[in-house]
């Protein structure tokens, strides 16, 4: 992702007109039928084998280590965030099947977080004896932007939450910042990357397993803002229209968070040898994909006054 205007459609673009009926009938995954995946779905943080992961990590060049360590940075205090910013959400379930799933969701973040603690003490070497030690270590490789969208935007949608649990607009708000910017739009489109390079490059196994579990995690919570989203903006023009601001708002935000230091955020740059022009493509796709599934696309900037 680079700039807004690559993240939303231009004025006359038939993507921006709104397929409603038909969008709103596409039947989505329930709370309770995301719940029973996760209980298939589990798995072990503690239990991912990071021998092989040691060594490759040891034979890559130093650039090769400065690039990976960046974009993994971004992921390990990311879901830190949210581990730490998700009882709000938590707390406005609207029926027992959607609490069930809520708290499946805080605790996939608890796990998301352990394994990238493992995979930077055991591999990266990370070796302060603390948690919070580690964690203001790997805080020192991120950038404004990160700040702004994890520390700004997305804490005070958790405390607007908290203080109002009721406050449906408070919960598209954070299920907007969170499920459709965070994950659907930043996570799921660095995961895809981070992945493939290490794939291509036959290293890393141990991190490919536990990442491909964190990512099918991340589908599920996905997959549940999606459906919140359409259950409620997809039929209400009120939130919709928040919704709609609220990504406004974010996208250009976001747009900085997977910059790398040192590189033009209205240029071209790349992570891990892909260009951002494909990053953006990637993310773009799949954020366009969820907005037609809620029924609400992204807006066409307005033209500025003459």
Do not use: C
Request: hydrophobic share 40%; aromatic share 10%.
């Amino acid at each position: 992702m680079v700039t807004l205007g690559a993240l939303v459609p231009e004025q006359g673009d038939p993507g921006a007109a709104a397929n409603g009926d038909q969008a709103s009938k596409l039947k989505l995954q329930t709370p309770q039928e995301l719940y029973e995946l996760w209980e298939r779905q589990h798995w072990r943080s503690q239990e991912i084998d990071f021998s092989q992961d040691k060594q490759d990590f040891a034979n890559l060049s130093d650039e090769a280590k400065d690039s990976l360590v960046w974009v993994l940075s971004t992921f390990f205090i990311g879901e830190e965030r949210v581990t730490t910013q998700f009882s709000g959400l938590v707390m406005a379930y609207e029926d027992e099947h959607e609490e069930s799933f809520l708290a499946t969701q805080q605790v996939d973040e608890a796990r998301h977080m352990q394994f990238f603690d493992r995979f930077y003490r055991e591999v990266i070497g990370i070796d302060d004896p603390d948690f919070e030690g580690r964690l203001s270590r790997v805080r020192e490789e991120l950038n404004e932007a990160f700040g702004k969208l994890f520390d700004e935007a997305l804490v005070d949608a958790g405390k607007r939450l908290i203080a109002d649990p009721s406050d449906r607009g408070a919960k598209i708000d954070f299920i907007t910042t969170y499920h459709m910017v965070i994950e659907g739009a930043l996570a799921l489109t660095g995961q895809y990357f981070v992945t493939r390079f290490m794939e291509e490059n036959e290293i890393f196994p141990g991190f490919v397993e536990g990442f491909e579990h964190v990512a099918r995690d991340e589908h599920r919570h996905v997959a549940y803002g999606t459906w919140y989203l359409q259950q409620t903006a997809g039929e209400d023009d009120a939130l919709a229209e928040r919704m709609q601001q609220k990504l406004q708002e974010l996208l250009p935000v976001a747009a900085g968070v997977l910059v790398p230091p040192g590189q033009d955020p209205t240029g071209e740059w790349e992570i891990l040898g892909y260009p951002s022009s494909e990053i953006t493509e990637f993310g773009f796709k799949s954020l366009s994909r969820r907005l037609k599934a809620i029924g609400v696309p992204l807006r066409a900037p307005q033209p500025a006054a003459a």
